[in-house]
């Protein structure tokens, strides 16, 4: 900010003005009165503040459950008299600096009857426009208090033509957009699956304040809960003038019991603003994450090969040897020996066995890991490695010895998932935190060079109960998981920092900013076709940095869709994440192991503008008419890259002409094709236009690719290269 002076930005009304370069959330904070709200948006300059306090209405900004029960929509709580209702005043107000260079703001509220309190917090970082804001409960009463409720944040939105922006979809679908506009009555998006939180919908939301969303322009606000684990996100369109954001933890099945002196912390959300529109929030959250919150944020990701779609649990020492040796002729960088490599007594055959146990199957890799690793060091790669350590087996090893450590109703046959075997272990129980880290830790003790770790999550929360819990503490079940599981990821990272880890749950179902503290990466989805990929990806950028994203080039057909599509355009949509490859190398043709290895070269050059460039997404895939175009430039503006894809295919159809954004108006900028495979080339290659050329007009792309015959297809894509020259 920059966060003035708390005695700067208080006013005899106590004004509270938490601002960054260009957003400013203002509130009131009078000691002895109610908490209240009264702008977020645009920066406010000084000499406004005054009068906007005087002429904005004035509204709760964490209105409680209690006096007031129509308008509550936060916190609710059954004191230990057995009284439902909480009346907060605000006690005061303080600031500080943390060692991470951040600024906290602190409003703490007290009960005007009972020792209760509530800090509402808002944390500033100046360099991305974003507000993070959460609270934390304690208490002093004679007993337990429950909480019911209790979300991280609330934000009045001013009624008009608003819409919300958010993804949703299933598995496979992962990342789909939807828009819509708010309307009255109470629109809520919610997960309920207790381990996973973003396969069907997602905790990141976006509001148009202008009317229907557009990509470059309108007033947007973005919103984004930091949880991994069941949420709930709610829009209350009411009577009044308001629309009614909450965001927190889904407070439904786990009512909290806080015992005296304990504090609650909720997760954070992040609150920006931008006047350029939902790709404008997206850059902001981008930069936010990258700097504050992703793992490793400052590493470019490696290109590697997975071997799943090419093996699945086939999995056998010479087989895995020929993929690393046609991954590193390939120029790819790491290994990824996914799940079949373990078990003993159950060998992990199949889906139904072996989860629990992680020792290596001999009668598959006879030499075990140590030779693996040292043929990936022979070849040039790195070696990562898949795990599954929060799940097991009906049949293994570790159910049999300690069927007391997963989730299952009391006095009730065990719920399974996949396979029909599988279960989920209780990370509300230490015993079980234990057992996790140790997977990783054994793993990772017993192969130091082991460097990328597949860490999958395949089952939900499937029925309600813990043995760990007492009898009145099985609501917390949901929230003890996941607070068990952030026990776990914190102490991996004290202990291993450096390894790289991917969160996978069955395809998308961890794509997170509560997570992501400790992962390097997420999988998208297990649907790797690249036509549908172009809208998972499209979606899932909303609020992820390519950096994030795992992106792979499959077979063809797609094994998720049966869909046939060239290599280019397979190459070309994967190049817009975190390129990867996943299938057998060995089922390649020539021509196409040819192609990757010259497509993996070129990556490798542009990967910095890709993984840490801002994203410009310029004609959405969702808008229907046959085009999809996004790029990326880096923070100089000397680089950018430019992806566009037909995403429909219609004779003497005319598509619309793209135009570029981000880049200097005033430098020049030289124009390559990256992954050309017509015989001539585009119009545009190496010729040199402005910056406001490209931005005001973009460029000329055919719609087919001129190819031999045998070459022809449907699908058509161009990458470009821009580059700033000097004269």
Not at 151 to 167: C, D, E, M, Q
Not at 227 to 247: E, F, P, Q, V
Not at 483 to 495: A, D, M, N, P, T
Not at 570 to 597: N, Y
Request: include cysteine.
């Amino acid at each position: 900010m920059i966060i003035a002076a708390l005695a700067a930005t208080m006013t005899a009304s106590a004004q509270l003005h938490i601002s960054t370069p260009t957003t400013s959330l203002l509130l009131n904070a009078e000691p002895g009165e109610r908490f209240e709200y009264m702008y977020y948006g645009a920066a406010l300059a000084d000499t406004d503040i005054p009068a906007v306090a005087e002429s904005e209405k004035h509204v709760d900004a964490y209105p409680v459950y209690g006096m007031d029960t129509f308008n509550a929509y936060t916190l609710a709580a059954t004191h230990a008299d057995g009284s439902m209702a909480t009346d907060m005043r605000v006690d005061k107000v303080s600031e500080s600096t943390d060692k991470d260079g951040s600024k906290v703001t602190r409003v703490s509220l007290k009960d005007t009857l009972y020792p209760f309190y509530i800090d509402v917090c808002y944390r500033t970082w100046p360099a991305c426009d974003v507000i993070e804001t959460w609270t934390e409960i304690r208490h002093n009463e004679n007993k337990a208090v429950t909480l019911t409720e209790f979300p991280s944040a609330y934000l009045p939105v001013r009624r008009g033509n608003v819409w919300l922006s958010h993804i949703d979809g299933a598995w496979g679908n992962e990342g789909h957009l939807t828009h819509e506009p708010l309307t009255p009555g109470i629109k809520t998006i919610r997960n309920i699956d207790g381990a996973r939180n973003s396969q069907n919908a997602h905790s990141e939301i976006m509001l148009s304040l202008d009317g229907k969303p557009q990509e470059r322009t309108g007033r947007t606000i973005g919103a984004v809960l930091c949880y991994s684990g069941n949420y709930d996100i709610s829009i209350n369109t009411d009577a009044s003038a308001w629309h009614r954001l909450t965001a927190g933890i889904d407070a439904h099945n786990s009512a909290y019991r806080l015992a005296k002196g304990e504090t609650f912390l909720t997760p954070a959300v992040a609150l920006t603003y931008s006047e350029r529109g939902t790709s404008g929030v997206s850059r902001n959250i981008h930069r936010w994450g990258r700097d504050h919150r992703l793992q490793h944020a400052d590493r470019e990701r490696p290109v590697l090969l997975n071997s799943w779609e090419g093996i699945y649990f086939d999995v056998n020492e010479p087989v895995v040897n020929k993929m690393m040796t046609d991954i590193a002729d390939m120029g790819g960088e790491l290994f990824v020996l996914d799940d079949g490599w373990f078990g003993t007594k159950y060998p992990r055959n199949g889906d139904k066995w072996g989860l629990g146990d992680w020792e290596i199957d001999r009668a598959k890799l006879p030499n075990g890991i140590t030779d693996l690793l040292k043929s990936a060091e022979e070849k040039g790669l790195k070696f990562g490695i898949w795990i599954e350590p929060e799940m097991a087996n009906l049949y293994s090893e570790l159910y049999e010895k300690h069927p007391d450590w997963i989730i299952q109703a009391p006095g009730r046959d065990p719920v399974f998932g996949r396979g029909g075997t599988q279960l989920i272990l209780d990370l509300g129980n230490p015993a079980v935190q234990e057992h996790v880290f140790k997977v990783f830790d054994r793993l990772m003790t017993e192969y130091p060079a082991i460097g990328y770790i597949k860490w999958d999550a395949n089952m939900p929360i499937k029925n309600h109960g813990s043995h760990y819990q007492k009898a009145d503490a099985q609501s917390r079940l949901y929230i003890d998981y996941h607070h068990g599981f952030e026990k776990v990821c914190k102490r991996i990272r004290e202990k291993y920092p450096d390894v790289m880890v991917q969160a996978c749950a069955s395809g998308g179902g961890r794509a997170n900013w509560g997570i992501l503290p400790y992962f390097d990466e997420f999988w998208v989805s297990d649907n790797t076709d690249p036509l549908q990929r172009i809208y998972m990806q499209w979606g899932t950028s909303y609020f992820f940095p390519a950096i994030t994203q795992a992106a792979h080039i499959s077979a063809s057909p797609c094994h998720a869709t049966h869909r046939a599509t060239p290599i280019k355009y397979r190459v070309d949509v994967a190049m817009s994440g975190r390129l990867g490859i996943e299938l057998q190398p060995s089922q390649m043709t020539e021509a196409e192991r040819t192609f990757c290895k010259d497509a993996i070269a070129t990556y490798k050059a542009v990967r910095p503008t890709i993984q840490m460039g801002d994203q410009y997404r310029l004609h959405s895939p969702y808008d229907g008419d046959g085009v999809a175009a996004l790029m990326y430039v880096d923070e100089p503006r000397d680089h950018a890259v430019f992806f566009w894809y037909k995403t429909e295919d219609f004779h003497n159809h005319h598509y619309p002409r793209v135009t570029m954004d981000g880049l200097d108006p005033d430098k020049k900028y030289k124009i390559t094709e990256l992954n050309r495979i017509d015989k001539t080339p585009l119009s545009c290659e190496g010729k040199v236009y402005t910056g406001a050329w490209l931005m005001a007009n973009g460029l000329e792309l055919p719609y087919r690719h001129i190819v031999d015959t045998p070459m022809m297809s449907d699908y058509s894509s161009r990458v470009l290269r821009i580059d700033a020259i000097n004269n």
